[in-house]
């Protein structure tokens, strides 16, 4: 059946994405399972990677070097992000107080730091 082969493309790709903590790129996802599923398209890994952010299944996290980079883990924290060798990591999210948050809800706060790591700064 058409419909339950997209599903399980969908989920192959989701837990591709979910399977590393380097906050891929689509094309790296893409990458991982072309060898395997050689009928996947990079198209399709795109698409379905704008469904996840859509539903809030993956966050994006920072264009480097014209890539998009991803985030499977929802979890609330922040990241580091190395301009230089594009490495994106993981910190504890900081204590953010809204002062004047102006009768607005919040429910989602990102927060990215983009620097130089220690490796790239030596
Ligand atoms: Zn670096
Ligand atoms: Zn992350």
Redesign the pocket.
Known sequence: MKGSNFSSKRELIYSTLCSTKTHPSAKWVYEQLKEDHPDLSLGTVYRNIALFKEKGMAIPVANILGEERLDGDTSPHAHLV?K??G?IEDIEMPALTLKNGKGFETDFITVTYFG??K??SH
Do not use: K, L, V
């Open positions: 190395c230089t060798c490495r130089i790591c490796e790239c």
